[in-house]
C-alpha cells in the first residue's frame, strides 16, 4: 500500500524538481509560511483566519491579491484562528462509534473535512471533497436509519447546498459587519 502510494508521488516530485529547479519548491515553502500566519481574507477561502481578517476589514476580500501583501499580520487573529484549527483537529481524531468499512469511511471523511476547515487558507475547490463525502455519508445514514428522524438529513442538506452554492450575493456584504456570511463554505462543514 505504501510504495503504490508513495510511487507516484516519488515520480511526481522527481519530475517536478528536473522540470522546475528546486529554488521554485522552496518559495513554494516559503509562500506556504506566510499564508500560514496571516490566511487572506479573499472571499474565496473559507478558513478560520479569512473569516477572522475579513472581520475586522484587513485586506481587499474582493480583489485577489497575488502577492499575498495586503494582509497585516494580527497575532490574535493568528491565534485564535490556530487555536479553532487545533480544536477542530483534536475533534476529529474521536473515532465514529461503530466496527465495519462504514464507519471507517465516516471517520476518514471526518478528518479529510477537518483537514480542509483547520487550513489556515481554504479556497473554494478545496470544499470538492464534499461531492464524494456528501453523498456516501447519506447513504450510509439511510441504509442503517431507513425510518430515522429526518432533522438529521434537512441538516446535511443544508449544509452541502452552503458547501456546493455559489452565493455572490454575500460579497455585497464586503464592506460591513456582516462580511463574515462570505465563509458559508466554512459554516456548511
Given at each position: 500500500?505504501?510504495?503504490?502510494?508513495?510511487?507516484?508521488?516519488?515520480?511526481?516530485?522527481?519530475?517536478?524538481?528536473?522540470?522546475?529547479?528546486?529554488?521554485?519548491?522552496?518559495?513554494?515553502?516559503?509562500?506556504?509560511?506566510?499564508?500560514?500566519?496571516?490566511?487572506?481574507?479573499?472571499?474565496?477561502?473559507?478558513?478560520?483566519?479569512?473569516?477572522?481578517?475579513?472581520?475586522?476589514?484587513?485586506?481587499?476580500?474582493?480583489?485577489?491579491?497575488?502577492?499575498?501583501?495586503?494582509?497585516?499580520?494580527?497575532?490574535?487573529?493568528?491565534?485564535?484562528?490556530?487555536?479553532?484549527?487545533?480544536?477542530?483537529?483534536?475533534?476529529?481524531?474521536?473515532?465514529?462509534?461503530?466496527?465495519?468499512?462504514?464507519?471507517?469511511?465516516?471517520d476518514f471523511a471526518v478528518m479529510l473535512a477537518s483537514t480542509v476547515i483547520a487550513s489556515p487558507v481554504a479556497y473554494d475547490h478545496h470544499f470538492g471533497i464534499i461531492a464524494v463525502i456528501a453523498p456516501t455519508a447519506a447513504l450510509i445514514y439511510m441504509t442503517r436509519n431507513p425510518s430515522g428522524p429526518i432533522g438529521l438529513p434537512l441538516i446535511g442538506a443544508l449544509a452541502y447546498a452552503l458547501i456546493g452554492g455559489m452565493y455572490p450575493v454575500v460579497d455585497r456584504l464586503a464592506d460591513t459587519g456582516f462580511n463574515i456570511l462570505q465563509s458559508y463554505r466554512l459554516y456548511g462543514m
Open positions: 500500500f505504501a510504495a503504490g502510494f508513495l510511487a507516484p508521488i516519488a515520480l511526481a516530485s522527481l519530475a517536478s524538481l528536473l522540470t522546475l529547479g528546486w529554488s521554485v519548491h522552496v518559495e513554494y515553502l516559503d509562500l506556504l509560511s506566510y499564508l500560514s500566519t496571516r490566511g487572506e481574507s479573499f472571499h474565496a477561502s473559507h478558513s478560520f483566519q479569512s473569516m477572522l481578517y475579513r472581520m475586522i476589514h484587513n485586506g481587499n476580500n474582493l480583489v485577489w491579491d497575488g502577492t499575498h501583501k495586503s494582509l497585516v499580520y494580527v497575532p490574535w487573529v493568528h491565534h485564535l484562528a490556530t487555536t479553532l484549527s487545533a480544536l477542530v483537529i483534536l475533534a476529529a481524531i474521536v473515532p465514529v462509534r461503530g466496527n465495519g468499512l462504514q464507519f471507517r469511511f465516516l
